[in-house]
């Protein structure tokens, strides 16, 4: 069965500390993984991944996959109140012919002031 | 303005009568998608589709369906809803499935 695993669930911080967010997976056929960001409404999306050990990056947002380890991690530095959110990990794969999307749980952050 | 929209936003209704979430977007996206997201269990993928009169079941298709008959709608019909479809329903688009998502503003369906 195709599993994408996030940790912490939540996370408790101040502002401007540093928090990773990590996402692994178990899945056959990977194409990609993307991170989403959801406050209180629909995700948004923040970076799909591809390629092993190639970093994404916006602005205090970074996120790197690991294709070996079957990982990916989610930076944030200097969290703001802003940033407090759900923030999802997906995976798309191939599986029996079409393709599908596997979410993780979320973690929930919340920074406070 | 680019966007994903979706109708009702909120329906409190009952056990088996039939409803219809419809869903469009203005993006000319090839990939639609239902999701509904339950506390403890994340988003899960109900129905997709990759073209008009394309669709493919998600991990909890069951009690669902759905139609592509244009390329810019997708409804989402429970044709008998029962309590444990109460959720939140988001709708999304991309270019690809694999591709950035947008997301609708989400149906919050209670069903008594």
């Known amino acids: 069965e195709d599993k994408v695993v996030q940790s912490p669930l939540s996370l408790v911080v101040h502002e401007g500390d540093t928090v990773t967010l990590n996402c692994s997976y178990e899945?056959?056929?990977?194409?990609?993984l993307l991170w989403y960001k959801q406050e209180k409404k629909a995700p948004t999306f923040l970076f799909m991944l591809t390629s092993s050990g190639i970093e994404k990056k916006s602005g205090r947002l970074s996120s790197i996959l690991d294709k070996k380890e079957l990982f990916s991690i989610l930076n944030i530095t200097a969290t703001q109140t802003g940033d407090s959110a759900v923030y999802l990990c997906a995976v798309d794969l191939f599986q029996g012919g079409s393709e599908k999307l596997v979410f993780g749980k979320g973690t929930k952050l919340t920074v406070n002031p | 303005e680019a966007q994903v929209t979706q109708n009702p936003r909120y329906l409190i209704t009952v056990t088996g009568k039939k409803l219809t979430v419809t869903c469009s977007q203005n993006?000319?996206?090839?990939?639609m998608s239902w999701y509904r997201q339950d506390p403890g269990l994340g988003l899960r993928q109900i129905y997709y589709s990759m073209n008009v009169e394309v669709t493919d079941k998600g991990d909890v298709p069951e009690g669902y369906k759905v139609s592509r008959k244009e390329k810019r709608n997708f409804p989402l019909i429970l044709e008998s809803p029962s309590p444990n479809q109460t959720s939140l329903y988001f709708c999304a688009s991309s270019a690809a499935l694999g591709g950035e998502q947008f997301f609708g503003p989400g149906t919050r369906l209670t069903v008594l």
């Open positions: 993006m000319n996206h090839e990939y």
């Open positions: 899945v056959t056929n990977f194409r990609s």
